[in-house]
């Protein structure tokens, strides 16, 4: 068996962390434009070759899985990364726990696929339901290896990994729906997505499990986990129960259609918030006692995330119809209103992309839990009142909560964090008013632009002029150029995997100028939604 003690020492990660960070920033983020593109290219495919109802049985099937799913970890994952400190005896015990919890959350999904057919009242479900139970054990079981290599910050051989798995899933929905699967490709694609992933990691991965041992020392450890895997049961149902109720009370079509609304407008915070926490929870891990550098990195990562996620959800929102036929085809130009009611939400951020890296990096998933629990209940009431008006009367609900309910839960967050709300309130000024100018733009200008008779073509030349537009705002305001400037000079540094200069951030941004700098690990730029891996 290998030794374990190289595999979790992490000494030798912080004299570099800032050029460790900004390679995993590099990184991620071409894994996440690549896995982007080739999701998105599936999805333009798929959608065509499929009916909205073969996405609502998915959609559908998929709640019951997904929460059973959050169990079968219980945060184990984040707390190896997390843990300053940790050996092989304790990551093995946690190892077979996490096997022994897949297992079971495999077991369950199959007992449980029954009263899902019933609750949906549709057969399909059931079947489904039971193929996906698959998945969790598949995660499961690589679930401590991937948090040896990323609590080691090895994000390359990491995204390469995921990008080559989803490839893999996406050329086998790809076939199947081809040859007339249905709904069975997108199933193909799930399993065969994490049955991928799972095989190669044992490959890679240099750590082995040994045999499990009593008194491992792992309590503090289990407590952290359960906490985060209550909260991550709790927000999956606040997030995802209002697909749930549309599916009940109005059909599967119904389902499908809202699931992918939801999901085309949440793709520019999923495509970069989940990969870069990656990068952002073991590097703000190994920052814990250091408030101010913490701060400094916090801040930068956030801007980062808000500069990138907030203008493509604007864009969305001027540009939907376009983007609806574009993406998925004329059939599905009904989602639109449901699709622009959502936006305002995916504009902000859901509650977990500003708050989760706090939770977790300072040790309170005792807070975290109990947020979710508070945030859960009007979110079903919301749901319960809306679904009277349907997919549209949900989305409505969703929207009105999560806007309503944003600030106080970065408040009560930043209330144990080396952070205030203040913090994050001022790093989301310059990215929104960017974001939201350049939209405005992007209406002004197009009685004067070409108009193409390919509505592709049409959506590529607007995505362009707005991309223009939103530069143009960030070099306009002083605090924007000064900032854009940091961006670039961080982006440089980090392709060429050395640590930039240490550079104060702009008072006028928010910082003190007397006390706060962006030391080396703040140079990493950039950050699911939860951060359970992939």
Known sequence: MTDGHDHFSTDHLDHDLAARSARGSVVTLFASVAKFVAGMAATMVLARLLRPDDFGVIALALVTVDIVARLKDAGLFTATVYSKHINQEQATTLFWMSVALAG?????????????????????VISVTAALAAVPFLDGVA??????????????ALAVMDAGAL??????????????????????????????YTSVIWVVCAWRPGRPRRA???????????????????????????????????????????????????????????????????????????????????????????????????????????????????????????????????????????????????????????WS??????????????????????????????????????????????VDPLDVCTVMIMPAAAAAGAGLGLLMARDVLPHPSAVSVAFVLDFVVYAAFYLVAWVVVPVGRRNLAQFIVLARDAIAARPAAVRPLSPSAGQSADKTYVADPANTMGPVADEEPR
């Open 104 to 124: 079971a959350a495999a077991l369950i999904t199959v007992a449980l696929a029954p009263a899902a057919g019933w609750f949906y009242r549709d057969a399909r």
């Open 216 to 370: 491992s020392g792992v309590q503090h450890l289990v407590a952290f986990g359960l906490h985060l895997s209550g909260y991550r049961v709790l927000n999956y149902l606040a997030m995802n129960l209002d697909t749930a109720f549309v599916g009940r009370f109005w059909g599967l079509q119904q389902a499908g259609i809202y699931d992918r609304a939801y999901r085309v407008i949440t793709t520019p915070s999923t495509l970069l918030n989940g990969p870069l926490s990656t990068v952002a929870v073991p590097a703000l891990s190994r920052l814990q006692g250091d408030a101010g550098r913490y701060r400094a990195f916090y801040r930068t990562w956030i801007q980062f995330v808000f500069g990138l996620t907030m203008p493509l959800v604007a864009f969305l929102f001027v540009d939907t119809e376009r983007a609806i036929l574009t993406i998925l085809g004329d059939r599905w130009i009904g989602i639109a209103p449901i699709y622009r009611v959502l936006a305002p939400a995916a504009f902000i951020g859901r509650f977990n992309v500003v708050t989760n890296w706090l939770y977790v990096t300072t040790g309170r998933t005792d807070r975290q839990l109990r």
């Open 167 to 196: 490839a893999a899933g996406v050329m086998v929905a790809l076939l199947l729906a081809w040859a007339g699967a249905g709904y069975w490709a997108l199933v193909g694609q799930e399993i065969f997505y994490s049955a991928m």
């Open 143 to 156: 679930l401590q290896l991937e948090a040896v290599m990323s609590r080691q910050m090895r994000f390359m």
């Open 373 to 418: 629990a508070i945030l859960l209940v009007p979110m079903v009431i919301a749901y319960g009142i809306g679904v009277a008006w349907g997919a549209l009367g949900v989305a409505v609900a969703h929207t009105v909560v999560t806007c309503l309910l944003w600030y106080p839960s970065v408040a009560y967050c930043c209330r144990t964090a080396p």
